[in-house]
Each structure stands twice: as C-alpha cells, then as structure tokens.
C-alpha cells in the first residue's frame, strides 16, 4: 500500500482495536477471567460487568418475552383462530436457508401441537425471492385461508392486497429492512418496525419465526421442546450471517450445545453424511459444511428438499435426503469451480485489473444460482467489487458483491437507468440487463467507483484485537478465548498480533504446496504456525528478519498431544518500507542538509512553545486521531520510522486522512507528514492549524524560517535531547571529514587524467580498501568540494555515472570552500542548538 510516497509491504491494512480499557481489571476480577478475554469482549461492544456476565453464561433465561414483538399479539390471536377453526393454514418460505429452516421450525411445531400445516416456497429460477402473485393464486386454488410468510414479505403491499381481494389473510413475520407503508396484514412480526420496541433487532428471519413459536407455546400451555428446535434455529441464524451477540448468541450456543443429541432425523442424517456425528459442533461448522449443503438444494432444484429433509419422520428417507443434497453440494462446488475459472480467465484476457475497481465479468449461460458464490469469491481474491452477468440471448441476469468501502446499491443506482430491474443492499444485489448494455455498465459503474474509492479502500483490513504477549501463549488462554464461541458476525474469532518473532523453519505444505507451515520463535518459547493459502508467502518471508504475525490461537492435537497452534492471517515484516522510506530519504537528505536559510533576526526565541512529553508518539497519534488539518515535521530519519511504525495499526480510515510526503505539500488529504522538508514559504504551510515539530531540524534556520511563515501560537515543538545525539550519527554518516576527504582524492588519482567512475562499483571498492564507512551523499560532497577547489572538472551523466578530469593542482585550503565551510557551520549549529532552545 502506499501512503502518500511511502509503501506498506503487504496487501492488507491492520487495526488494532482502541477501546477504553478502564474496566478490564474490573471484569478480571468479578469474573474470574484474563484480561485478554476482557478486552475482546470490550472490543465487542460488550463493555459492562452485566454484558459481560450474561455474554459469557448465555442462558436460555435471558431469552426475551416474544410479546415484546409489536403485533405478536395479534398473529398469535389469529393462529388460534385459524387453529379452532380448523383453517387450511400455508407457511410461505424462502429457498435459503434461513427461509427453509424457518419453514420447517413452523411445521415442525404445529406437527407437535397436532396440526397439519401446508408450505409454498417460491423457485429461485422462475418466481425468484418473496410473496408473488400466482403462488397466492395457487394456495387460493388450493384453498389456503391463511398464510404465515417466514423471511420475507414486509415490503409485499401488493401483493398482500391481491391476497385480501382474494378473501385469504395473511401474517407477516420478517427480518429485512421495512419501508415506509407496511403491509395491510392481520399482523406484522418485524423487529425493525419504527413502532417496535423489541430489545433485539438482529433476529434472523428463523429467529422471527422462533419468537412466534414461543409465543404461541405459551399462549396454548404447551412446553417448547428447545432440544429439538434450536439447533435448526441456530443454523439458520448462522447461515444468515446476522449478529452473533445478543438473543442470537443464546439461540446458537444453546443450539450448538444441543445438536448432537437431537431427535431431528434429518440433522441426524446430515450430520452423519458430513462425519461431523458425535463432534463438537461450532458455527464454523454450519457456515462452512452444514449450511452449504442446505443451500445447495435452493441454488440447484428446490428448496422443498431442505424442509422435507428437516421435517421427515423417517430415518431412511432422511438419509436418503441427506446424501442428495450432499450430491447437489457437489455438484454446486463442480460448476461453481467452472464458473470462477472462466471468470479468472475473462478477467485475464479482458479486465484491466490495475485500474478497474468494480470487476463487472459476463458470459453466456452461467448457473444462475451459482454466480452469487463465485461473485463472493472473485471479491475476496481481489478485494474489489464484483458483478457476474450471465447472460441468455439478449438478457443477462447478475449477482454483485461488495467490499465493505463501497455501498453496492447506491453505485448501482447511479446507473439504474441501464438496468430491466435491481435490487439489493450496500454488500450484495441482483439485476438484469440488456445484453447490449453491458460494456456500457462497466464503464459507467467503474467511473461511479472512481470518484468514491481511494487506494487504501481496496485493500483488505484485518482488525486485531490486542498484541500478545509471551505469558498469553499457552494452551489455557486458548480455552478460555473458546468460552467466547459461538463466533461469526459481530463476535469474530479473536485475531492478535504477535510482534518481533523469530523464524526458525518455514516451508510449503499440502495440496500444490497451497499452504505455509512455519515454527517461530518469541523470547524463547518455539510455537506452531499453519497459514492456509498462503504457500506462496514462503518464497516472500524472509528468515533473517524479524516478522509479526497476525493470527487466531488454535490447539493442534496430533496422536493425543495437544500443542499452541497460531493460525496464520498475514504477517509483516519491514511495515513501512525500510527500502522506499531510506531511498527516498537518501535522495533528499543531501538538499535538505545543505540548503541554508537566512536567519531571521526578529524572532524571539522566547516564543517557542517546546511541549514536554515521555512519549511523543503516541502525542502525535492522539492529535491525530482527535483533529484534522495537522502537520508533522520528522527531520531524522529513525524518528520517522519510529512514528510511521506506531502508527500503522491505525487502519484504513486513519490512513485514508494521512498523507506522507518529502518536501511537499499536496493538500490532498486532511493530515500531513513532512519528511525532513527544507521550509519554504513556496511550501503553503499556512492551511494546517496544528504545526507540530516532532524532533530537531539539522539546522535551526529552518525552525526560524518555520516560525516566520507560520503563526506561531500554530507551532508545537516536541524536539528532546536524544535528538541531539540522533542528528549527529546522521551528520556523521554522511558529511565527509578532512581525513575522508583525502581519503576520496587519493583513490581518484589512479593514474588516468579523465576517467568515468561508476558509483556502485566505486562504493564497493573504497569501503573495501579503506577504513572508512563512505555512502553515495559523502562521496557526492566530496566531489562537489574538489569541484569547488578546482581539483576535479565533473560532469554527471546519471545518478550512476561521473565523468572525472583530474586538475593539476598543488593544495587548496578546503576551509574556505563553499560545501566544507556548511559542513563546519552544520556541526556548529548541532552544538548550539541545544543552548538555544534551552532543554
């Protein structure tokens, strides 16, 4: 990444998480738990003694009264009704998960109540999502008095109007987003209504469904047999990807606690075709095996095999269930494969992929519902934005996805005109579109995200959640991080940052050497490191540095032992490049040393307003983080990269308002770092409102010149003694001495009268044959000086080659030389500097 004229080494951000830690003694005490365990629960958002104790005792107690739920009431009321009555009575579902688990949570509760329950679940294909409709026709046709929609239905007005004119009723429970007019229903379950005062808005559309379960238990006096119910609840609360914090973490974990043991023949049968039987069950497990096999069914066929599966009373048949959506599973992974290869292929062949950031992707006849996973993966491999169109004859009907800098349904609305139709949120949608108008959506939507996404808002952002320390790594901070499962959106699986570690093997494992394997060493102690996908970071590590690992703590258990295991995310080494950083400043250092400004003889150095601070870093960082419009003057080069290395876990909204530069001001963001600048009113120093001098100028005429361009109640210094001595190993290794210098114009003298000197080789040989340590800046003065002495003629054909005529010439009192004489005044400056500024 690069930050102003600086790179950051690898393709990704980090933050690590900055919250108000107060309490975390507190917690540890009154809970019996470390203070890492604290502190993520604080990185949750789960900050009080209260939160704390119920987020890590998820009872079924704390479960909410579902008569809190506006209109469960009256939904309950009317089930009855329908119930006494003897009503034909229809669940209208949705084909994902959370669509077919909640479908078949209703029937499988009015089976136990006694009643036989009817269900529609629309085709993906042909109807596609929500209430339509020919299906309310075709219950009408079947006799349907009253319909129940489980995830979905809030925005059907329309349609609830075609079913009210067609003398049926209808109750909506959902979990999407409300619009302005609701639905003319019996009732209306959502915890998104503005009218709602439910305590928990994340409920999955299951968790809807859920609540409407318990509520009518309660009103019929029927105990609710949660060990049979909640493990389908919580995996569609899972696969929906709602908040895992809240009444949706008691859902999950009690859910996950009770999946083994239920009479659920189609869980049972699932479990067995996956070898997942008699296992711990994690949400890992349902988002990555469980679920997708559910999914499969609704992409690929129907959905009704979901909830024939999850609803049937006989084992074989369920078995039978099981293993055909595990073959649709696979037959989903074979053409999802297909797809995403073609897709890599177009992208190669037809995408600029350095300057397009929205990657629109068509081609003919693609499983219409397939392109939504691989849409999701080609996202994840690039970090940018990805629309794939499949197109049939003159149409093509897309699935986008997101990254979490860009809000997919606002761009796409800026081009809604070229659209048949669309629809969606900020990280995912759908839409159809002419054929013929698709290279002009590319455009168009490319140039939308030209004007919306900076370079940092396409790189990935790994958030961690606290540095680790030596005494954190063993195998009890493991388990009781564990304590804090069931993870996923909004409660993620802790990620640390363990810094300065040693590599002591390293190489690439598995399937095409696909993943890394390392062992790494941290004050001693040698610890496990498996990072999956990262094989090629073998060839990119490199051992004789120090490297920072990023990563969540696992236990590796092999032949009944149990050992630490990190699970490598990214790593770092060298943040901000070492490289970029001492080129650049290499370059410069020579100007910036050299250039001289006039003293200005009215300024009173009583004026300066020198702050005092043990840690003027994390001053910086602060002033930073609180205010914008800041400049930061770094003269010295370790401080640079002292500063720039505590800041670059600040994220990418921190970063997005940084700009680092050398002696320029672009104005191009809200906060400047100013690399070792010769200051200059050319410079527009004036638009900041906070100047901050971080350490000491080489020479005080720029402070001056500073103080005489800029306001000067503007100007904090933070300048302290060790800049003295830093200034002066940087004045040493480059400014050449009188012993060096006749150290250089002896080895010019080589015998030839006009010669080309090759800087490269010529470093290597002098530093080899002499004792002395000599860089391109000394040498460089060296030769301005003969120049200047007229001992050499010298002309530079490149930054490389020097053409060099030798003048015949006795002695030159270099004393008086132009170059030598601001070396010595340089040397005096750095030995006043501190009387002036009085320290």
């Known amino acids: 990444m690069i930050v102003g004229e600086y790179m950051l080494e690898n393709e990704s951000i980090i933050k690590l998480a900055d919250k108000d830690y107060s309490i975390v003694d507190n917690l540890c005490d009154k809970l019996d738990i470390s203070k890492l365990t604290a502190k993520v629960m604080i990185n949750r958002g789960i900050s009080n003694y209260k939160d704390c104790k119920e987020f890590l005792n998820p009872t079924l107690d704390n479960l909410y009264d579902p008569y809190l739920l506006k209109d469960m009431d009256k939904a309950v009321k009317r089930i009855i009704k329908g119930i006494k009555n003897k009503e034909n009575i229809w669940v209208y579902g949705d084909y994902d998960v959370d669509g077919v688990t909640s479908t078949s949570l209703l029937k499988l509760f009015f089976s136990d109540i006694g009643y036989d329950l009817n269900y529609y679940i629309p085709d993906r294909f042909t109807e596609g999502y929500g209430l339509n409709k020919k299906a309310i026709e075709n219950i009408n046709e079947n006799k349907g008095d009253l319909i129940i929609t489980v995830d979905c239905g809030i925005t059907s007005v329309e349609e609830v109007k075609h079913l009210k004119d067609l003398g049926m009723d209808i109750i909506i429970t959902d979990h999407h987003t409300c619009q302005e007019t609701l639905p003319n229903a019996e009732a209306v379950i ?65 859910g996950l606690k009770y999946i083994n043991n239920t009479d659920n023949l189609g869980l049972q049968a699932l479990l067995k075709i996956t070898e997942l039987k008699d296992k711990k069950i994690t949400s ?263 490297v920072d690992i990023i990563g969540s703590l696992d236990i590796n258990e092999f032949m009944g032992k149990k050992n630490l295991q990190i699970v490598v995310k990214d790593f770092k080494q060298n943040y901000i490049s070492t490289f970029e950083l001492s080129k650049k400043y290499e370059t410069k250092l020579k100007d910036s040393i050299m250039t001289e400004n006039k003293v200005i003889d009215s300024f009173n150095i009583k004026n ?57 001001v672009k104005n191009n963001k809200e906060n400047l770092i100013l690399v070792n600048p010769i200051i200059t009113r050319d410079l527009k120093l004036n638009d900041f409102k906070n100047v901050i001098v971080y350490d000491m100028f080489f020479d005080i005429s720029n402070l001056f010149k500073l103080m005489d361009i800029v306001n000067k109640d503007k100007v904090r210094l933070l300048i302290n003694e060790d800049d003295f001595k830093l200034n002066d190993e940087i004045l040493n290794s480059n400014l050449p001495t009188k012993d060096e210098l006749r150290c250089i114009y002896k080895s010019l003298k080589t015998g030839n009268e006009i010669f080309k000197l090759n800087m490269k080789n010529y470093l290597k040989y002098i530093n080899k044959t002499s004792n002395y340590t000599f860089n391109k800046i000394k040498i460089d003065l060296a030769l301005d000086i003969f120049k200047e002495g007229n001992l050499i003629k010298l002309k530079k054909d490149d930054k490389t080659n020097y053409f060099i005529k030798l003048n015949k010439i006795k ?24 009387n002036i500024i009085n320290l």
């Open 811 to 834: 002695k030159v009192n270099i004393d008086n030389l132009p170059t030598f004489k601001r070396i010595d005044k340089l040397y005096e400056n750095l030995k006043s500097y501190k």
């Open 190 to 254: 959502n915890p998104h209504r503005e009218d709602d005062n439910y305590p928990f808005k994340n409920l999955a559309g299951v968790g809807v469904a859920f609540k409407l379960i318990e509520a009518l238990s309660k009103k019929l006096d029927k105990k609710l047999n949660y060990r049979n119910f909640l493990p389908i609840v919580a995996m569609g609360t899972v696969a929906d990807v709602v908040s895992l914090k809240g009444e949706n973490r008691i859902i999950v974990k009690n």
């Open 284 to 546: 890992g497990h349902i988002g990555f095996v469980l679920g997708p096999r559910l999914n499969a069914t609704g992409r690929m066929s129907s959905a009704k095999h979901g909830v024939e599966l999850l609803t049937t009373c006989d084992k074989i048949k369920a078995l039978e269930l099981a293993e055909n959506l595990d073959d649709e599973n696979n037959k989903r992974r074979e053409i999802e494969n297909e797809i995403f290869n073609e897709a890599e292929e177009i992208i190669e062949k037809e995408i600029d992929i350095e300057n397009e950031k929205i990657l629109v992707i068509a081609s003919e006849n693609w499983h219409h519902g397939v392109i939504g996973i691989v849409s999701s993966r080609i996202t994840e491999k690039y970090h940018k934005p990805s629309v794939l169109i499949s197109i049939d004859g003159s149409e093509g009907r897309a699935s986008a996805r997101s990254i979490s800098t860009f809000d997919l349904f606002k761009g796409l609305n800026k081009c809604k005109e070229l659209f048949i139709k669309f629809g969606g949120h900020k990280q995912a949608a759908g839409l159809s579109i002419e054929k013929e108008k698709i290279k002009i959506f590319r455009k168009e939507i490319n140039e939308i995200a030209d004007n919306v996404l900076k370079e940092e808002d396409l790189l990935p952002e790994i958030k961690v959640d606290s540095i680790l320390e030596t005494e954190d790594l063993n195998l009890k901070t493991v388990k009781e991080l564990k304590t804090l499962e069931p993870f996923g959106m909004g409660n993620p699986s802790p990620v640390f940052l363990v810094r300065d570690t040693k590599i002591t093997e390293i190489r690439p494992v598995g399937k095409e050497n696909k993943h890394l394997k390392l062992k790494i060493n941290k004050n001693g102690q040698t610890i496990d490191c498996i990072g999956f996908n990262l094989g090629h970071a073998s060839n990119i590590i490199d051992k004789n540095k120090s």
């Open 608 to 664: 300066l307003n020198i702050i005092k601070t043990d840690n003027r870093k994390i001053l910086v960082k602060n002033t930073l983080k609180k205010q914008s419009k800041n400049l930061i003057i770094i003269n010295n080069y370790k401080n640079a990269l002292e500063l720039l290395k505590e800041l670059e876990f600040m994220g990418r909204e921190f970063f997005k308002s940084i700009e680092i530069s050398y002696n320029e």
